[in-house]
């Protein structure tokens, strides 16, 4: 059975309509409530974002929106009913629902008053082309949502161009993941390889793979970065990165630590990378 197949058969209507919905057990509210499950997402392919600003950046960004949710109160607020009209012209559906319903939906006690149901979106690994000196994130089964969406809100910050999830990874459109990106999973693609895929498209790329390993020889900021696409691949969290990826590598990089700690977490060791990757290309502006 294909996507729209599935799609069809939901309770979310796929034509624009604005309704009022108020009871939980209202047939499309327990559908959107259960895509804080995996597999109901995959099967519809969709995610949700919570926030007015979030949906107003992903329309803006053109991504896909089937069906936006509001609470009561959102009603009469300006910038609200222009999100909802924009859902509506897309054909998307427009639900006004209580508190306790998008309570329900986001499993929140503290709802935003806007919920945005979007598509998801992977691009294929044969699109990525890295050039000049992009940088992207490549991540080996990160595990934790947490460490996925800020590792995905920092790569936004510092400019990288994208994100490859290699093997078996954390959903990127849970909402943990999407609550940790702030809005930057809609600023950046996101590729996604088994590792055998992964290290065949490598062999291809002409540009640096740095690694970053525990064990790695090298001191992360005497590698020359510039003048050269880069890929920043990191290991999971529990195992680090396998051989069969740290041989892929052009460089291995270790940051160098004191104190007793074993490794930084993830998150961190991946900024602190990022940042020194990006170091020529990151100028202060003028915001304060
Ligand atoms: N026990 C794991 C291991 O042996 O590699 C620890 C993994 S660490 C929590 C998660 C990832 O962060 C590592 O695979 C590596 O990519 C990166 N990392 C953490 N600390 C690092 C450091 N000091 N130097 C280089 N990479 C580091």
Avoid at 230 to 246: K, R, T, Y
Avoid at 253 to 278: C, H, K, Y
């Amino acid at each position: 059975m294909s996507r729209n197949d599935d799609f069809s058969q939901t309770h979310i209507p796929r034509t624009g309509k604005v309704k009022e919905v108020t009871s939980l057990t209202n047939p499309i509210i327990k559908d959107l409530r259960a895509l804080s499950m995996k597999k109901f997402r995959d099967q519809q392919g969709v995610f949700l974002a919570e926030g007015l600003k979030l949906v107003i950046d992903a329309l803006d960004l053109g991504w896909r929106i089937r069906t936006l949710v509001f609470a009561k109160a959102g009603k009469g607020n300006n910038l609200v009913e222009q999100v909802a009209a924009r859902t509506v012209a897309k054909g998307g559906l427009v639900l006004e629902v209580s508190e306790k319903v998008i309570s329900a939906i986001t499993r929140r006690d503290n709802p935003q008053m806007v919920v945005g149901v979007f598509e998801q979106r992977y691009e294929p690994l044969a699109n990525l082309k890295p050039q000049g000196n992009d940088v992207y994130v490549a991540l080996d089964r990160v595990r934790d949502p947490g460490n996925l969406g800020t590792v995905i809100r920092t790569a936004d910050a510092v400019g990288a161009k994208g994100i490859i999830l290699v093997g078996d990874t954390t959903d990127p459109f849970s909402i943990e993941t999407v609550r940790a990106t702030m809005g930057s999973v809609f600023a950046l693609p996101l590729y996604r390889a088994n590792e055998a895929d992964f290290l065949s498209w490598r062999k291809s790329f002409s540009g640096l793979v740095v690694g970053t390993h525990l064990k790695g020889a090298v001191d992360y900021r005497s590698i020359p970065y510039g003048n050269k696409p880069v890929i920043l691949l990191m290991g999971n969290e529990q195992q680090g990165l396998p051989d069969s990826l740290a041989f892929a590598c052009s460089k291995l990089a270790r940051i160098p630590q004191a104190g007793r700690a074993d490794s930084l977490n993830l998150a961190i060791a991946t900024a602190v990378m990022l940042f020194e990757i990006r170091r020529e290309a990151l100028i202060l502006d003028e915001r304060p």
